[in-house]
């Protein structure tokens, strides 16, 4: 409990919250990178995970490789790519990170298309849609909420994981960890410890919220309506007197 103090009393103190290395500047610096992270695995694997979701094909390549790209040592990784190509700037880590938060955003991208049900896709397709239109104004608006479920899985890896990627002399919230580590401070290594693990709440939070701000209205709805009319149907059949004639 005195350690937990401590570190509080750490994150509290004024000394630590001005200049490039106070909190707020660290947090900035995580929020970049963690955003930068996103956006590229988004750019790469959005584009496969639609393709995949919409047409059906290649799905067991993607589930491999996505298995794959998850039992990769992230920190491993970062340190491997740091050594062969003898750069200490974001570079090594952006790629491993990058790399890390593919397999669930692709996993949300090609199940959220696959989980829409095929009634309004052939019903779009009847009244003359084209694929395009199919994929944007049909297919897409009812994956939103698994394809945000996939991005917010990925972002809560890369916060978590540019904390160790300070291993390597970059910013972020990282870097309290391994200076206080390096001096034996531990309120600080507790105190950026606490840092991340709220930070990493708040954005779980906001895709949370994301999530269930995208589900389209008429899709909640009907499927209220569907449920009350089927359990009237069902406590119907079950009160009627018995010898009654079913319809």
């Not at 996505?66 to 990784?77: F, K, V």
């Not at 955003?105 to 049900?117: C, H, N, P, Q, T």
């Amino acid at each position: 409990m005195t350690d937990v103090l401590a570190a509080f009393g750490w994150i509290f103190d004024p000394v630590n919250w001005p200049g490039a290395s106070g909190i707020p500047a660290r947090i900035g610096e995580h929020v970049v990178y963690s955003l930068l992270t996103l956006l590229l695995a988004c750019a790469i694997a959005l584009p496969i995970g639609f393709a995949i979701g919409h047409s059906g094909r290649l799905r067991g390549l993607a589930v491999g490789l996505s298995g794959a790209l998850r039992a990769l040592p992230t920190l491993g990784l970062v340190v491997y790519l740091a050594l062969i190509t003898t750069n200490l700037s974001i570079g090594p880590p952006l790629i491993a990170l990058t790399i890390l938060a593919i397999p669930p955003i692709l996993a949300g991208a090609y199940s959220g298309l696959e989980s829409v049900d095929r009634a309004p896709i052939d019903a779009a397709r009847a009244i003359g849609m084209t694929g395009w239109q199919v994929f944007t104004k049909v297919e897409l608006p009812l994956a939103l909420p698994l394809v945000i479920g996939g991005i917010r899985s990925g972002a809560l890896q890369v916060i978590a994981t540019w904390t160790v990627a300070a291993i390597l002399p970059v910013g972020g919230l990282g870097r309290f960890l391994f200076d206080g580590i390096a001096v034996q401070n531990y309120p600080e290594i507790l105190g950026g410890s606490i840092i991340v693990i709220v930070l990493a709440l708040v954005s779980d939070g906001l895709f949370a919220l994301a999530q269930k701000l995208v589900v389209p209205r008429g899709v909640t709805a009907g499927r209220v309506r569907v449920t009350t009319e089927g359990e009237s149907r069902r406590s119907g059949r079950a009160s009627a007197p018995e010898g009654a004639p079913t319809t």
